[in-house]
């Protein structure tokens, strides 16, 4: 032993493990959520509890329970589980694992391997695991947060199961929380902790479907707070705001506030306020809203109230989903406040919206006629001799790229849907689409 090695002493107590890891769920009956997966009867279910594993990554959200469920698997598992980390581990360490488990195979030992963040491996180290996953001397689980089909290779992934695990409910958080609260033994049951069930779900709210992030800030809040003659410990607004450093909002995601808040935006940049639409946007994203949603609901705006007004407001707000996606919040909240202004400066037209409607409309209600035979495709002799694509004009060998065919059916012949305004390029468009016309009505066949 060393001189300069701690000494431990009698008070030496270990550290207390985090709520989020005391309260880890120990059963598949304990878990909260994926019940595509692991409800009674589910495939993955059966799979874990039969011990007939194969192969998997399991691919979602932080907090989601990925290494929840693989310490389930190794609670239940004949085999020996080994934990891997993607971030501490190269290839050296890899291959001694993998010599290990092959010899354990050999005594009728299986090895299951837990690699979390699995994308953080290079290809070579990818690589180093196909030949035992391919021999079965190891099963490997994997978990990731990011997309298997661009951070894991084929070869890998061809050989595994990949499985979604969604971000849990506001609901499904609040049942973790209110389990926490009420377990002695693992929780916070034994020191009377007492929360509002309104506060109780803006936290849960604002975790953002990440149980880890929810049982972190319940701890924090509790930590802060001293009991009262009653020995009760009760847990204000202001212990929760200063456990997540933000300021508490009303706010409920799968409320009415929730489409109110959205509709008081959508309306904003419609009304080409930015002001107010960097206001709604603000008191979302502080909220805890999910930026995500927030960038699907711009991209409708684009199409709906821009449309070809301005061709550059879909892909800008495309860019700024993609952007929230890559950097995340809060880094990602500027891309997205860029974008609501610039969708509130942008001409509008609903002449896309309109049109389509009318499209949806007449599927609905007219007859649903045939192709006309010019627009069929010939593929065949047979399709040919019954006249598949006779008339048909090809509008890049006339002199105007254009022909005086009809490309609508018999009974809609004469229906207009796109009808453009007058606003930013559209302007141009009514014009091209104007002109269009009047040439096909002088060229038209009598």
Not at 399 to 406: D, G, I, Q, R, S
Request: charged share 25%; hydrophobic share 40%; net charge neutral.
């Amino acid at each position: 032993m060393s001189l300069f090695e701690p000494q431990a002493t009698a008070s030496d107590t270990p550290a207390p493990r985090p709520l989020a890891d005391r309260m880890r769920p120990e059963s598949l009956d304990e878990f909260v959520g994926q019940r595509h997966l692991l409800g009674p009867g589910r495939p993955l279910r059966q799979q874990i509890e039969r011990d007939e594993l194969h192969s998997m990554i399991l691919w979602g959200p932080p907090g989601s329970g990925k290494t929840t469920l693989a310490t389930i698997i190794a609670r239940k598992t004949r085999s020996d589980f080994l934990r891997f980390s993607a971030v501490l581990s190269g290839i050296k360490e890899i291959k001694e694992v993998m010599a290990n488990a092959e010899k354990a195979r050999q005594f009728g030992r299986r090895t299951i391997l837990f690699v979390d963040e699995i994308h953080r491996f290079n290809k070579a180290q990818q690589d180093a695991f196909l030949p035992y996953v391919e021999r079965g001397d190891i099963i490997l689980i994997g978990a990731t947060t990011e997309n298997p089909s661009f951070e894991v290779n084929s070869a890998l992934l061809s050989r595994t199961k990949v499985y979604m695990l969604s971000a849990l409910s506001t609901d499904e958080i609040i049942t973790l929380l209110e389990r926490a609260l009420r377990d002695a033994a693992r929780g916070l049951g034994h020191q009377g902790v007492q929360v509002a069930p309104e506060l109780l779900r803006q936290i849960a709210v604002f975790s953002n479907g990440d149980a880890r992030a929810a049982y972190n800030t319940l701890e924090a809040a509790a930590a802060a707070t001293e009991a009262d003659g009653q020995g009760h410990r009760v847990i204000t607004d202001q212990m929760v705001e200063d456990a997540i450093q933000r300021k508490m909002l009303l706010y409920d995601k799968a409320g009415e506030e929730h489409y109110n808040l959205i509709s008081a935006l959508h309306k904003s940049v419609r009304n080409s306020d930015p002001d107010a639409a960097l206001y709604w946007l603000g008191r979302m994203l502080e909220a805890g809203e999910d930026p995500l949603y927030i960038a699907r609901r711009l991209i409708r705006m684009a199409s709906e109230d821009i449309g070809l007004a301005d061709p550059q407001a879909l892909p800008l707000a495309v860019a700024a989903m993609q952007a929230v996606h890559f950097v995340g919040l809060p880094e990602g909240d500027l891309a997205l406040a860029e974008t609501a202004v610039y969708l509130s400066l942008a001409p509008k037209s609903n002449a896309l919206y309109l049109g389509y409607g009318d499209v949806k409309e007449d599927v609905q209600k007219t007859l649903a006629e045939p192709v006309p035979l010019h627009l069929r495709n010939p593929v065949t002799a047979l399709m040919k001799a019954f006249d598949y694509g006779k008339g048909y004009e090809y509008a890049h060998q006339a002199p105007e790229k254009l022909t005086p065919m009809v490309c609508l059916p018999e009974n809609l012949k004469e229906r207009r849907y796109y009808r453009p305004t007058e606003e930013g390029f559209e302007k141009r468009l009514r014009e091209k689409v104007q002109a269009i016309e009047a040439w096909r009505k002088a060229h038209s066949q009598k």
